[in-house]
């Protein structure tokens, strides 16, 4: 049984950081990556990471977040800085049913979906 739950999310002042946290069980070494939704929004591709590593970054966000995993803890994290209200929306982490990203960003390549977290950046 696939599992992903985000924590992390919250409010916090332009320029801040915040750290999103993401437990996955029933699978390991698959392609992960954070999704955001803001309100009235489409679901749009933040970062991916392969189970190897590569990582992928949509251009809004590149040079502020940063994706990484934990493997022997099956934890996924986006580390991000520098936030924006733009940043504002509910994130969420998902899985593919492959090891490889191949640089997706796509919502619909990916599988397994958590319940989100929010951020709100004022």
């Known amino acids: 049984h696939v599992q992903l739950v985000e924590s992390g999310g919250g409010s916090v002042q332009a320029g801040g950081s915040l750290r999103l946290s993401c437990q996955a069980s029933g699978f390991t070494s698959r392609c992960m990556g954070w999704f955001r939704q803001a309100l009235g929004k489409e679901r749009e591709g933040v970062a991916s990471i392969s189970s190897g590593g590569p990582t992928t970054y949509a251009d809004s966000v590149k040079g502020r977040f940063t994706i990484s995993r934990d493997n022997a803890k099956n934890t996924l994290y986006l580390q991000m800085t520098s936030l924006k209200p733009e940043d504002t929306a509910m994130y969420y982490c998902?899985?593919?049913?492959?090891?490889?990203?191949?640089?997706?960003?796509?919502?619909?390549?990916?599988?397994?979906w958590g319940q989100g977290t929010q951020v709100t950046v004022s």
């Open positions: 998902a899985a593919r049913s492959r090891s490889a990203c191949y640089g997706s960003l796509r919502v619909a390549q990916y599988t397994y």
